[in-house]
């Protein structure tokens, strides 16, 4: 049985190579680390780009591969809108060359990362898989692209899929040896965690006249090796020949951004700073999402709650303070 990890170097993909490589899964894992990290792998890393329909036939007819992850995206909502172009490139572009290389090699099985961001915005909480799709982003309109690609390349090429939409993933693997690394860092939980280690002067907060109970934006964390878990269970429930499915990845649990602070701050018992700002465009005021459907199909549930989230980051960040950085 062997799995080939594409984004592998990443920050999810390396706990996803990680974890899978620890229950004995023979993986094999293909980054360009154009923002992976060479020292995040452990065992068989082929660099290239998945755009590279020759490296990747190659690839192919060198690995037996049974089945793919796939990991390989930009995935930051503002650069998106950006450079539009450069994500469609990237994201829609590479998973093309992708699923072609895997219909060459016979190879019809495929979990992938898919986004919360898919949806846009909505009122009502949690979001099911049945709420409609309108992404606000060039970001989320890749993932849903994605989507539908894997949909229509099932019906002509006979592919199985998951498409799994994450909502916020963070935290680390528990010993500390992997962790978030993000140039630049955008995200909240490791922006606190650096202001926390005195390599930032503070937190900003962005917004605090959203309609939530402190005014902040609420958002559902869920942790990196509890996502991984989702993929195995997903990347089992394909091999057993079920039918291609969507799923929310999240815990059903939302926090406010001075919540997250708060736990923080208990945390690492560091007075970490925070200075009020202004909101950050594109920010929906709040995501949760229903995990009712993964819950049934996948028998996934998640086992770490948010003090877990922010400790195993932590100790990431503190034995790390330079991420991967020599
Ligand atoms: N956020 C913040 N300050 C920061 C980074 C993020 O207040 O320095 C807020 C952001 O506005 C959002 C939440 O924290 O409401 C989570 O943001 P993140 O970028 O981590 O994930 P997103 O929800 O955008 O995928």
Same mark, same amino acid.
């Given at each position: ?7 592998? &170097? ?18 094999? @894992? ?49 650069? /998106? ?13 590479? @998973? ?6 895997? &219909? ?8 992938? /990362? ?18 409609? @799709? ?9 993932? #849903? ?51 926390? #280690? ?129």
């Amino acid at each position: 049985m062997k799995v080939l990890i594409a984004g592998g &170097a990443g920050y999810i993909g390396s706990h996803c190579v990680k974890i899978m490589s620890e229950q004995g899964y023979d993986v094999v @894992t293909v980054d360009n680390l154009s923002t992976g990290h060479q020292g995040a792998v452990k065992g068989k890393l082929y660099v290239g780009d998945i755009r590279d329909e020759a490296f990747l036939d190659d690839l192919f007819k060198k690995e037996k591969i049974d089945a793919v992850i796939h990991f390989c995206a930009k995935s930051l909502v503002g650069e /998106s809108m950006e450079k539009p172009l450069e994500y469609f490139d990237n994201n829609v572009y590479g @998973t093309l060359v992708l699923l072609k290389a895997m &219909a060459k090699a016979n190879v019809k099985k495929i979990v992938f /990362s898919s986004s919360a961001a898919v949806y846009g915005e909505h009122k009502e909480m949690p979001i099911t898989e049945e709420y409609s @799709t309108n992404p606000t982003s060039t970001y989320g309109e890749s993932k #849903l692209m994605m989507e539908k690609m894997m949909k229509w390349a099932e019906i002509a090429h006979g592919f199985n899929y998951v498409s799994l939409r994450y909502f916020n993933v963070a935290g680390a693997y528990p010993d500390g040896s992997i962790g978030e690394d993000h140039r630049p860092e955008t995200h909240l939980i490791p922006i606190i965690l650096q202001a926390a #280690l005195g390599k930032r002067d503070y937190v900003k907060v962005y917004g605090t006249d959203y309609p939530t109970p402190d005014g902040t934006c609420i958002r559902d964390y869920i942790h990196v090796v509890d996502l991984i878990d989702a993929h195995i269970k997903a990347l089992r429930y394909l091999l057993k020949g079920n039918k291609s499915e969507i799923f929310n990845l999240g815990s059903q649990d939302g926090y406010s951004v001075l919540e997250i602070i708060k736990v923080a701050r208990e945390v690492t018992k560091i007075d970490i700073k925070q200075v009020n700002s202004e909101r950050r465009p594109g920010d929906p005021a709040k995501l949760v999402a229903s995990s009712e459907k993964i819950g049934r199909i996948l028998c996934w549930k998640p086992k770490f709650g948010i003090k877990e989230i922010i400790r195993d980051a932590w100790l990431f960040h503190k034995t790390h303070p330079n991420g991967y950085e020599k």
